[in-house]
């Protein structure tokens, strides 16, 4: 029995160009989220698209933020954070939050979570978590929550999700 097997690379001859590999990363579509907390009564949050499932036993979610994020090290004194689950009539929301510098709360309808997080209102839903763990790994870090209260409202929402640099709306292209 005969295997194939590419030719051995060095990983360091290994180019990837960062434009083109953002364009691959694009076509994976995903929803979008907003993670929230408060420190010292002032809220905090940012527009989240790399978030997702870790464990069911503890009931861990994880997401990426770039190292140089302004609203990361709050969240991280606060040592807990809400996952707003975006609907796709949230459009705005995520713009709003996905600006640097600006006012992210003006406009922005909120009440606090059972850990004191902000869930923002009109969201599909939310997950309120403690911080369980972070890792460095390139330009982000990659931190873990462990869910401690979520609410699933019986609500017919559907997600906003993001795909080639655009936002999507299932209900547009057919679910199936």
Known sequence: ????????????????????????????????????????????????????SVSMSPPLVSFSVMSGSASYPKIRQARRFAVNILSDEQIDISNQFARR?????????????????????????????????EHVAGDHVIVIGEVKALDLPEVDLRPLLYFKGQYRNIAAHGAV
């Open 1 to 52: 029995m005969s295997t194939c097997r590419a030719p051995a690379m060095s990983h360091s001859s290994i180019a990837i160009e960062p434009l083109r590999f953002r364009e691959a990363l694009g076509h994976y579509a995903s929803g979008i989220t907003v993670i929230t907390s408060q420190i010292d009564g002032e809220p905090v949050g940012f527009t989240c698209q790399s978030f997702y």
């Open 101 to 133: 510098g600006a006012d992210k709360w003006h406009g922005i309808e909120w009440r606090e979570s059972p850990l004191g997080n902000p869930i923002i209102a009109g969201s599909m839903h939310w997950l309120d978590c403690e911080i369980y763990a």
